[in-house]
């Protein structure tokens, strides 16, 4: 069964920083590409970065870009984004995706964590 | 940036037909693809490539593409079909892998 289980949201003071992670089990998490999405309360869904298989290629939103750090560990199954000079309107549930591509249907998603920002 | 544009909201009568729009500059160049979201839960992928529909998914979901506008087509609506649904596509570049439009609100009289 495949599993997507993000880890690491909570209450962070505004210019403050957090590490959500993404533990993947049952498929071979090395050849599947990654993203990040989230989703603001009462929101629509927002892509926020992308990484390929091997980490090689890495995309951001341009509302993250220069914050945001997206990065993998093949070996440990894993998916992180490191979030720094956290905003208010950062808050929002972030999702660990692997989505459907034109090579494949293969599209899961993690439960969500919650990130909230305030003071 | 790029944006792929729905409209906020669509009703429909139970076994009536709802279509859902999406519009962007490079649909025709990039496939899309369409969720279903419940409150609460994570999303769930209805349609790929454009007119695909995955396993699992019930056959009144369909998808079609044309130009710059890309529709979700749901025939014989049923009271569990209200939800929000999302395309999702790429820029014409590659710079934005993964885009999601504005999202539509189905609601089911």
């Known amino acids: 069964e495949v599993q997507l289980v993000e880890s690491g949201g909570g209450l962070v003071q505004p210019g403050g920083s957090l590490r959500l992670s993404c533990a993947a089990s049952?498929?071979?998490?090395?050849?599947?590409?990654m993203n990040w999405v989230r989703q603001a309360p009462g929101k629509g869904l927002e892509w926020v970065s992308y990484i390929s298989s091997s980490g090689s290629t890495i995309y951001y939103a341009d509302s993250v870009k220069g914050r945001f750090t997206i990065s993998r560990d093949n070996a440990k199954n894993s998916l992180y984004l490191q979030m720094n000079s956290l905003r208010a309107e950062d808050t929002a549930v972030y999702y660990c995706?692997?989505?459907?591509?034109?090579?494949?249907?293969?599209?899961?998603w993690g439960q969500g964590t919650l990130v909230t920002v305030s003071s | 940036s790029y944006e792929l544009t729905q409209p906020p909201s669509v009703s429909v009568s139970p076994g009536q037909t709802a279509r859902i729009t999406c519009s962007g500059d490079?649909?025709?160049?990039?496939?899309a693809y369409w969720y279903q979201q419940k409150p609460g839960q994570a999303p769930v992928l209805v349609i790929y490539k454009d007119s695909e529909r995955p396993s699992g998914i019930p056959e009144r979901f369909s998808g079609s593409s044309s130009g710059t506008t890309v529709t979700l087509t749901i025939s014989g609506v049923q009271a569990e079909d209200e939800a929000d649904y999302y395309c999702?596509?790429?820029?014409?570049?590659?710079?934005?892998?993964?885009?999601f439009g504005t999202g539509t609100k189905v609601t089911v009289l």
């Open positions: 490079a649909l025709p160049k990039q496939y």
């Open positions: 999702q596509s790429a820029d014409s570049s590659g710079t934005y892998p993964r885009v």
């Open positions: 995706h692997v989505g459907a591509t034109p090579r494949g249907v293969f599209d899961y």
């Open positions: 049952g498929f071979t998490f090395s050849s599947y590409e």
